[in-house]
């Protein structure tokens, strides 16, 4: 453990941009605080560890090349997460050419998207955090993503629906639905755990 | 229902999203450091790929001056 690990982030990302060319441990006392966050959120939207590792590396440089333009209006977590969602969402949008597939309207189309639970994998995860992400894995897209970047990310309604390029309306009744779906998924691994 | 009234609701495993985190080992730091450390580099590559070709030019147009003024000196 630094003595830096002490220090407040904002303190950190004052002395991170005083010693950019010389001291590193400032910026590494900020990744070593966040990291495991920035690496869950990426494994959750991608739902591939190589992957999440992969993103957050360049979430970080990213970061770390863009502290100068870091005003501090916002707290250096909440933009770290911006840097990380727009990151992850571009990764999707290269490699599964949009974001998120259309959803139909309540009913059919909410039990179509479902993808077949695997509660089975669910259960041998034995971390809390793990069993939280094998849940998520089991939810598709387009309910998966809106519920981490409202829950896990804390972005309002207004931004997840700039960034999915979905309507305010659309973006509520997801997030209802992937809570729902979540919850549900959840109980259900909690009871076949259980058993 | 305001954004804060839903998030008042959330309860557990929902809120729990919130401080979720995974173990990162020891080489995801380094990693890190290593792509800072190239990126930086190639920066500088860059900057001087544009620096020099402006240098040269700077000096091109020198040349002729200088050959003047030491034709004047004679």
């Known amino acids: ?195 | 229902m305001s954004e804060q009234a839903d998030d008042l609701e959330l309860g557990e495993p929902v809120a729990e999203l919130k401080d979720l985190a995974l173990s990162v080992n020891d080489r995801f730091g380094r990693r890190v450091r290593g792509r800072i450390e190239r990126r930086a580099l190639a920066g500088e590559f860059l900057g001087l790929a544009w620096t020099a070709p402006v240098m040269m030019l700077l000096e091109l147009l020198r040349a002729p001056f200088e050959l003047f003024q030491g034709k004047r000196r004679e």
């Open chain 1, 1 to 195: 453990m630094d003595s830096l690990d002490y220090e407040s982030d904002d303190q950190l990302v004052n002395l991170a941009r005083i010693e950019r060319n010389g001291d590193s441990r400032p910026f590494e006392a900020l990744m070593r605080r966040h990291q495991g966050f920035v690496v869950a959120n990426c494994r959750v939207i991608t739902r591939s560890a190589a992957d999440a590792e992969d993103l957050a590396q360049e979430v970080f440089v990213k970061a770390f090349f863009g502290l100068r333009r870091f005003e501090g209006r916002a707290q250096f977590r909440t933009w770290l997460k911006r840097i990380k969602v727009n990151h992850c969402l571009n990764h999707l949008r290269r490699t599964q050419g949009a974001v998120m597939i259309e959803l139909e309207d309540a009913g059919e189309g909410h039990k179509a998207m479902h993808t077949p639970p695997s509660a089975h994998a669910a259960l041998q995860a034995a971390a809390d955090h793990d069993r939280l992400i094998s849940v998520l894995d089991a939810m598709s897209d387009t309910l998966r993503i809106p519920l981490m970047l409202r829950d896990g990310d804390g972005l309002s309604y207004e931004d997840i629906a700039n960034e999915l390029g979905l309507g305010l309306s659309a973006v509520k009744m997801r997030i209802k639905r992937a809570r729902e779906d979540f919850r549900m998924r959840f109980a259900e691994a909690e009871q076949e755990r259980g058993a």
